[in-house]
């Protein structure tokens, strides 16, 4: 059993953004996973949101990486340099998950290697007990879905390097589907477009702030414009243009179709009696992805099935994480925890 002195922490470890949630606190940490690094010596100059700060502005000599890829760890060394970053943060001092209990989300169906990657830098760094926790579950869980009952819950998931739907019941995940495309992709699509249509070359911060200001899954009822600056391809000099919310609604188009082709594979593979759960109760709609304007509406529409969108899409993996550890501490009776209400 876990001593009083020992801490318990939910993590979760994204393409985009890592949280950590802390047993009797609550989020205690929110911060873009991404590190600048120096391209001559590798030594890291940034991490977290010093670093997400520095992207599309970096000397020459200076390079930014995201450590995780397509929701798994692609770079070892950075993603141990950044959690041990991020842990020095909310310790206020340099040190690991010392006598810590961690559960850690992570992606549905990844190698035992991609998750002996993960438990080797959360267990061999100090932790005391590490517990992986699929992310569908995690993110059902925080989001308040009854997951342990005999009930069919789907969840739609539209992170930053993929997208996953999953259908859950009796506490465990019956099937699930990876989309290899997220936040990130509609990114590059429309830095893309830009440079197709207009011969402009943006970068990465100006690409999400079109899609968080004038995309829309839905066709826009009222036309929306954004000045937007880069560099003209053939002159190399700046220049502005602007884009309507309807030319770059159209770009959504592909990625909103591949989301859709997944959730009726999902619902075609489904046992009936949990596929009439889900068209009663509908999906869960999370991730940072699930913030693009009028998806909900559109895929309610076009599915013909309710769609919920979470109350905090960005949040609910990690308040799953947070929950998972108030039921472990139930079934261990760990009555001081309980009593104390000190999850
Ligand atoms: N208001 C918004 N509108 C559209 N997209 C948004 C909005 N806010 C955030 N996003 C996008 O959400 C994505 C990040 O979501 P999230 O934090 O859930 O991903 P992640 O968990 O890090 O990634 P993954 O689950 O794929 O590992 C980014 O691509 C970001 O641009
Ligand atoms: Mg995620």
Redesign the pocket.
């Known amino acids: 059993m876990l001593g009083r002195f020992e801490q318990r922490f939910g993590i979760?470890?994204?393409?985009?953004?890592?949280l950590i949630y802390q047993r009797g606190k609550g989020i205690v940490l929110q911060e873009p996973?991404v590190v600048a690094v120096r391209k001559d010596t590798g030594m890291i100059e940034a991490i977290g949101a010093e670093a997400h700060a520095m992207i599309g502005r970096t000397p020459a000599h200076v390079e930014i990486m995201y450590p995780?890829q397509?929701?798994v760890i692609a770079n070892f060394d950075k993603t141990t340099a950044m959690m041990k970053y991020f842990i020095s943060k909310i310790y206020g001092r340099n040190q690991w998950f010392r006598r810590s209990h961690v559960v850690i989300t992570v992606?549905c169906g990844i190698t035992n290697v991609q998750k002996r990657a993960i438990e080797e830098i959360i267990i061999h760094k100090g932790a005391s007990k590490s517990v992986t926790l699929e992310?569908p579950l995690a993110a059902a869980m925080g989001a308040g879905l009854p997951v342990e009952e005999p009930v069919g819950s789907m969840v739609l998931?539209?992170?930053?390097?993929?997208?996953?739907v999953a259908l859950i019941s009796l506490g465990g995940i019956v099937l699930s589907k990876h989309i290899p495309f997220?936040?990130?992709s509609?990114?590059r699509d429309i830095i893309e477009y830009v440079k197709r249509a207009y011969h402009l070359i943006i970068g990465e911060r100006t690409a999400?702030e079109i899609?968080?200001k004038v995309?829309s899954a839905n066709r826009p009822n009222e036309e929306l414009k954004m000045d937007i600056r880069g560099r003209d391809l053939v002159k190399g000099l700046p220049r502005t243009i602007s884009v309507t919310s309807t030319e770059i609604s159209e770009i959504l188009d592909g990625f909103f179709m591949l989301i859709v082709d997944q959730i009726r594979q999902a619902m075609e593979q489904c046992p009936p009696e949990l596929a009439g759960d889900v068209m009663e109760r509908g999906i869960l709609l999370?991730?940072?992805?699930a913030?693009?304007?009028g998806l909900d509406q559109r895929l309610q529409s076009v599915i013909g099935v309710p769609i919920q969108l979470a109350e905090h899409?960005?949040e609910c993996?990690v308040l799953g994480a947070g929950e998972m550890l108030r039921f472990e501490a139930l079934q261990k009776k760990d009555l001081n925890a309980v009593l104390q209400n000190n999850f």
Do not use: F
């Open positions: 979760d470890l994204g393409t985009c953004n890592t996973s995780l397509d929701s992606p992310e998931d539209i992170g930053g390097g993929t997208s996953k997220g936040g990130l509609i990114d999400e899609k968080k995309a999370c991730g940072g992805g913030l693009l304007t899409p960005l993996v």
